[in-house]
T-cell receptor, first 114, second 116 residues
Framework: GDSVTQMEGPVTLSEEAFLTINCTYT??????LFWYVQYPGEGLQLLLK?????DKGSNKGFEATYRKETTSFHLEKGSVQVSDSAVYFC?????????????FGTGTSLTVIP | DSGVTQTPKHLITATGQRVTLRCSPR?????VYWYQQSLDQGLQFLIQ???????AKGNILERFSAQQFPDLHSELNLSSLELGDSALYFC???????????????FGEGSRLTVL
């Protein structure tokens, strides 16, 4: 079945460091891919998404490109800030005939230190 | 503010008890999802409803049940509670499903359940 595998955490970076969180997926058909972020004490918020191959989602300096050939959707940011400390979830949504099921990775905790 | 409202925000109860968690989706969203988030299990999909009907079922225990009402709000009922049921329970809603394509999920802030 469909699934998402993302990089294990926790990840600790210094402010202004480069961030990569790896995410690979297994899916039948052509899923949509998402990154969600969960700040402490809050619910998940959509960070960015891509709905077809080669699409690049971007938001708040974060980017991820939908790579069908490598079944990946890695999250990157060129210069992280303390305020980026959160848990990041990669997710995919299956094709419409699956009822738009969402599959989430296990989450990667990021801590950015000044 | 995602527009998804969950109540209560916090709930403390004893083993063996029964609780009901409530979710109001974003205005106009027909699809509601329930997830359980615990420290060691990550985000687990429980169940999905679309316009009042059950659409998909995940790792939901038999002690748990849910429904979506005509006004589209949803309730998750947890009974015969065990210590291991302590977790954050999230509701999410989505505007689209089926052949209309994929819309992203909008999450509520969660209901934190503590079973003592």
């Amino acid at each position: 079945g469909d699934s998402v595998t993302q990089m294990e955490g926790p990840v600790t970076l210094s402010e202004e460091a480069f961030l990569t969180i790896n995410c690979t997926y297994t899916a039948t058909g052509y899923p949509s891919l998402f990154w969600y972020v969960q700040y402490p004490g809050e619910g998940l918020q959509l960070l960015l998404k891509a709905t077809k191959a080669d699409d690049k989602g971007s938001n708040k300096g974060f980017e991820a490109t939908y790579r069908k050939e490598t079944t990946s959707f890695h999250l990157e940011k060129g210069s992280v800030q303390v305020s980026d400390s959160a848990v990041y979830f990669c997710a995919l949504s299956g094709p419409p005939n699956t009822g738009n099921q969402f599959y989430f990775g296990t989450g990667t905790s990021l801590t950015v230190i000044p | 503010d995602s527009g998804v409202t969950q109540t209560p925000k916090h709930l403390i109860t004893a083993t063996g008890q029964r609780v009901t968690l409530r979710c109001s989706p974003r205005s106009g969203d027909l699809s509601v999802y329930w997830y359980q988030q615990s420290l060691d299990q990550g985000l687990q999909f429980l169940i999905q409803y679309y316009n009042g009907e059950e659409r998909a079922k995940g790792n939901i225990l038999e002690r748990f049940s849910a429904q979506q009402f005509p006004d589209l709000h949803s309730e998750l009922n947890l009974s015969s509670l065990e210590l291991g049921d302590s977790a954050l329970y999230f509701c999410a809603s989505s505007a689209r499903t089926g052949i209309l394509g994929t819309g992203e999920l909008f999450f509520g802030e969660g209901s934190r359940l503590t079973v003592l």
